[in-house]
């Protein structure tokens, strides 16, 4: 399982390690409504533009008030890290993730950047549309770039690949609903964190292989079980946090997280329109879900069919959408009487104060009090 | 006041001015018509139903910031602790606010809205909180776009963006047709766009004359009493036209005669954002230093300043129905963006010159003071590096922090004002003598 | 040296009625804040000793001093003791306790036994963080918030205010609500905005007549303090549709909840009138360790 975890920590050495024996160009992406069937069939690799908090004094230059996930990427684009990185493309969404793109075009030039508009009204007959020729652009766009046309049979390939990424995923998903589940939530965050840097073919292998372990795997055992919700996270400290305390976070929706995988792309003869209508019907984002809410009704069903015992919302500061999104959220857990713990965060977690929070959360939910007896022999004081 | 230059006198308009804004402010309160909140910036098809008034939250939620503080601070209580970020814009933890409480300002019972239109604008999330209307009661909604794209024009990328705004347009007006069974005034409307034209000319006009005089013949200070009668703060649209006209008439004949807004003028600068509502005061601090703000492009009427040919009324494309001039008033947003934020997405590098550079070259400006709002995304991204770029093309700019202009809670007057006398020092110029 | 004023003074006290041998059940609790340590010890249930020392670098001497403080001179040791419990921000550094505890619900219990068991609402007011809780009528913790991430540092900020303006904190609450009118209080978002716009209240206003006076700029500090925790008892559940509505029975506990300026001006917003307490009300979280332990 640790493997997981090993591949995010060297998702760089991933890239370029690919790189080197494809010769392929590698994309990287900002926004979760991102079409990364389209870049697989250019012969790319899409990655994540994944946030991970380093010493940061060049941001503040740039930027004000961003949130922190935003500055750390920007602080590791403009640092180097991502320097193998051939082309950006962020979609209409998150402005501070705007921002992102924009520093980074400004300051550090990739060979490719693009900016992809999707409607925050995304139910209108026309919105599909819309995205359709922002896709058909976006396919002229990487044509032109890699000099090579995008075959139908080369997008029918990349759309499989992708549904059966998400099949897996989902199965995976699925072990967590049990009693007394096979995974951890640490280890669950992990899996699709690394599904969102990774060739998905070779990624669909290893999930497999997995998918055949997990069955024989001893259970986690009883723990109290919570929902994960809020803004994106990139790391699994908080799930680590939660199981270190005595609890698994069973489900989550996160963009990061369930929300990457829950839906498929369903074929049909015009590929685009395809891929349009799945990125448009996927769980939405707080942006997108800018109509009727569909939001707040998904998060409840998650918890139905997860049992959980609680939501834990952690929110990074400066998140406008979540911050808007809250509202609603709160008031549907409330109305159904779903006990929920809300917090902000960054990137980087503060231990004591969220364990603290968890920890007092965590013993409202179960009768009789969590104590850590014997603690003091784990630690050298 | 001693160094005094030239002629200065008040502005005859602004009585009229005070007037209107009376009117709009009491027309909120009314209940005689449909409301619907929305931003009446994009519904500009509201006149054609004279039953229907449309209030924007924007000025709204300012207005709540500009008469009182202690009401302002309690409305955004009410927001946040029903789950409201505190980085959210002040104008809307404001208005909404005051929708939880129930009451406004005044303590008059918060006015019904019967619809909802959610500001489509890609500044800052707006249509999500746009929400909050159709949450708090389930009224009709709905959805609208502002689409979109870096680069260089496209047409046929604009071309499923167009049907997308003007499937949407034509949907709010048949279903508020079907819905509250009001008849939609297809001359109107062709009308209003007639109308509109002109008062874009008389703004265009004063924004041109504002800029390119020396001295100004009106300042920002001024300006704000009225830039948002009309497209924002809907009024009847005759006494609107008449009005734009008076102030053009009366800007020209300053212009003409040397009047100024500041008799002392020898500093011209510009903003990129309105500042908090309940400080404007600092417009006249600045005054004491013979400094004068020609607003932002956010305020100004002209987008002259941006060297892009306007889009004009075609006499030679008659609008005969609906279709033809929601088509007409809806694509110019795709084809020249209008909104003011993505102006600034749009025409910075690589894509041209930044538009701030163009619109202080324009005013003939001497700095910029660009604020840095904690709770306004889109109010402050790119902020920062517009100032690096103003810095380099020989401006000298300043930033300040605060909330938002509708939420005055992170503004440190005194620290600002210590910025203000730092800046002018900086720049040779001394306070003076009154 | 120069004079503190931030600083609420060390204290301590034992019980002259109580024989702590007779006791079936001697409990403690230990309360480690980010400031300050508080230690309670319990005889069958009632109070028998306390002490409030103030942390200094360590938090592990802090929390041997304060247990010995509360030990003091009553003959009772660390062996007599059948049960105690650590709480509080540094609770791991209390080698001496049995069991750690969290805070909300030390809080909770130390509220009940300080305040009456009618407490339906506890606000926690300490030097680091802020938290609300719901109390269900039989005991239980129905909801908590804390303090939002960038508005941390509650009372130790009051703390620096106080030494900055050289006004004892025993005494600035009061001094603030000798005003006339609530003057605009400084940021109400974080304290070190608050701290720094509070400084410049002073000189000559440029917008106003005349500047503002001590007890104002205490107001207008103290009046954001209490504003940020309307925040936060504001979220609690169940929560009203209307104006924030907190169940009468509120009991502030913390060292903030001994500062009037922040206290009334709570209350006057909720339009409630906080329970009081013979107990000093830093001790709940200590008091509520003893119980639980």
């Given amino acids: 399982m640790d493997k997981f975890k090993e591949m995010i920590a060297h998702r760089h050495e991933y890239a370029k390690a690919w790189k080197a024996r494809t010769g392929g160009k590698v994309v990287g992406w900002f926004e979760p409504y991102f079409p990364e069937e389209l870049a697989y069939a250019a012969g790319m690799l899409p990655v994540r533009v994944l946030a991970e908090h380093e010493t940061d004094v060049i941001t503040d230059k740039w930027m004000y008030a961003a949130c922190y996930p935003v500055r750390d990427i920007v602080n590791l684009i403009l640092r180097g890290r991502y320097d193998y990185i051939d082309g950006y493309v962020t979609v209409e969404g998150c402005q501070w993730m705007f921002n992102a793109f924009e520093v980074a075009d400004n300051n550090k030039k990739a ?271 | 006041m001693k160094e005094q230059v030239w002629e200065t006198r008040p502005l005859e308009c602004w009585a009229k001015a005070k007037e209107l804004r009376a009117e709009w402010q009491a027309n909120i309160a009314k209940d005689d018509k449909i409301v619907g909140q929305g931003n009446t910036y994009f519904v500009d098809w509201q006149e054609a139903f004279p039953a229907i008034r449309i209030v924007e939250d924007n000025p709204a939620g300012s207005m709540i910031q500009a008469k009182s503080s202690p009401f302002a601070r309690k409305c955004r209580l009410a927001s946040e602790i029903r789950g409201w970020g505190r980085e959210i814009c002040g104008y809307h933890g404001n208005i909404w606010g005051s929708q939880f409480l129930g009451y406004d300002e005044n303590g008059a019972p918060f006015a019904r809205r019967h619809f909802v239109v959610p500001f489509p604008c890609v500044c800052d999330s707006h249509a999500k909180r746009g929400q909050q209307v159709r949450d708090f009661e389930p009224v009709p909604q709905w959805m609208s776009d502002q689409c979109m794209y870096l680069g260089p024009r496209d047409e046929d990328r604009e071309e499923a963006m167009n049907e997308h705004k003007a499937y949407c347009t034509l949907r709010q007006i048949n279903d508020i047709e079907r819905v509250f069974g009001q008849k939609f005034d297809d001359e109107k409307m062709v009308e209003m766009i007639h109308s509109g034209h002109v008062e874009r000319e008389c703004r265009s006009e004063i924004s041109r004359l504002m800029a390119q005089t020396v001295p100004a013949p009106i300042s920002v200070k001024d300006m704000y009493s009225f830039y948002t009668l009309g497209f924002l703060t809907r009024i009847d649209p005759q006494k609107n036209l008449d009005f734009w006209k008076l102030v053009r008439d009366e800007i020209k004949w300053r212009a003409e005669n040397h009047i100024a807004a500041l008799g002392t003028e020898r500093f011209r600068w510009i903003e990129a954002h309105p500042p908090s509502w309940h400080f404007l005061k600092y417009y006249r601090y600045m005054e004491q230093y013979g400094a004068v703000c020609l607003g932002s492009q956010y305020t100004s009427g002209s987008g002259d300043y941006k060297g892009i040919e306007r889009v004009t009324y075609p006499e030679d494309t008659p609008l005969l129905t609906r279709e033809d001039a929601i088509r007409y008033s809806d694509t110019p947003n795709a084809r020249e963006p209008v909104g003011f934020k993505q102006d600034e997405y749009m025409n910075r590098p690589p894509y041209g010159e930044d538009v701030l550079i163009k619109f202080a070259r324009y005013n003939q400006a001497n700095g910029a003071l660009l604020a840095l709002w904690r709770c306004g995304v889109g109010c402050t991204l790119t902020r920062k590096e517009q100032a690096m770029r103003l810095r380099e093309a020989g401006f000298s700019v300043l930033h300040y922090e605060g909330s938002q202009p509708g939420d005055r809670t992170d503004l440190d007057e005194k620290r600002f004002l210590n910025q203000l006398d730092n800046w002018m020092e900086s720049q040779g110029m001394q306070k003076l003598e009154s | ?239 009203d549709v209307g104006d924030i509505k907190v169940y009468k029975e509120l009991a502030f506990t913390g060292g903030l909840a001994k500062n009037p300026g922040i206290t009334k001006r709570i209350e006057s917003e909720l339009q409630v009138t906080a329970l009081e307490s013979k107990y000093d009300p830093m001790l709940a979280g200590a008091i509520g360790a003893a119980i639980l332990a």
Wanted: glycine share 8%; hydrophobic share 40%; proline share 4%.
């Fill in chain 1, 111 to 381: 060979p490719f950047t693009h900016y992809l508009f999707l409607p925050d009204y995304t139910d209108a007959p026309t919105s599909k549309d819309v995205v359709r020729s922002e896709f058909e652009v976006l396919k002229g766009k990487f044509e032109a770039w890699t000099g090579k046309e995008i075959t139908k049979e080369a997008l029918d390939n990349a759309i499989e690949v992708y549904n059966k990424n998400r099949r897996l995923l989902r199965c995976i998903y699925e072990l967590r609903r049990a009693d007394s589940p096979a995974l951890l939530g640490s280890e669950a965050m992990n899996i699709v964190l690394a599904s969102q840097v990774m060739d998905k073919a070779e990624m669909n292998q290893i999930l497999e292989k997995l998918l055949d372990e997990l069955e024989d795997r001893k259970p986690v055992g009883d723990k109290i079980r919570l929902m994960l919700v809020g803004s994106e996270t990139f790391d699994s400290r908080l799930e680590e946090l939660v199981e270190s305390l005595g609890g698994n976070i069973v489900i989550d929706e996160l963009d990061t997280g369930s929300s990457y995988f829950w839906n498929e792309t369903y074929p049909q003869r015009d590929r685009l329109m395809a891929l349009s209508l799945r990125y448009l019907g996927r769980p939405h984002n707080p942006i997108k879900d800018s109509n009727w809410r569909r939001r707040p009704q998904h998060i409840f069903e998650l918890s139905e069919d997860y049992h959980v015992d609680g939501v834990i919302i952690a929110k990074q500061i400066y998140c406008h959408l979540h911050g808007t999104d809250n509202y609603a959220v709160w008031k549907l857990l409330r109305e159904r009487n779903i006990p929920f713990l809300f917090f902000e965060r960054d990137t980087g977690l503060p231990e004591e104060d969220t364990e603290l929070r968890l920890e007092a959360f965590m013993n409202m939910l179960r009768p009789g009090l969590t104590r850590l007896v014997g603690w003091h022999k784990a630690m050298s004081l």
């Fill in chain 3, 1 to 239: 040296m120069t004079k503190e004023y931030g600083k609420w003074p060390e204290s301590g006290w034992s019980s002259e009625t109580i024989d702590w041998k007779k006791a079936k059940r001697v409990a403690a609790g230990i309360d480690i804040g980010t400031t300050s340590t508080q230690a309670a010890i319990l005889c069958d249930g009632e109070l028998f000793s306390y002490a409030s020392v103030r942390n200094g670098a360590s938090f592990k001497k802090a929390a041997a001093s304060a247990l010995s403080g509360a030990m003091g001179s009553t003959g009772l040791s660390q062996k007599d003791i059948h049960a105690s419990a650590a709480t509080g921000f540094g609770r791991k550094h209390a080698p001496f306790a049995g069991t750690l505890l969290d805070e909300v619900h030390c809080h909770a219990k130390g509220a009940r036994f300080l305040f009456g068991p009618e407490v339906r609402t506890v606000v926690d007011m300490g030097a680091q963080s802020v938290k609300a809780i719901r109390l269900y009528d039989w005991d239980r913790v129905r909801d908590f918030m804390m303090n939002d991430k960038c508005a941390t540092g509650f009372g130790r900020n009051v703390e620096i205010i106080c030494d900055l303006l050289d006004v004892p904190i025993t005494e600035i609450g009061a001094k603030s609500l000798e005003v006339d009118s609530e003057p605009e209080p400084v940021s109400t978002t974080c304290f070190t905005f608050a701290l720094t716009e509070t400084l410049g209240l002073f000189g000559e206003p440029e917008f106003r007549a005349a500047p503002l006076t001590l007890n104002e700029v205490y107001a207008s500090y103290l009046f954001s303090v209490a504003w940020r925790v309307l925040g936060v008892v504001g979220k609690l559940q169940p929560l």
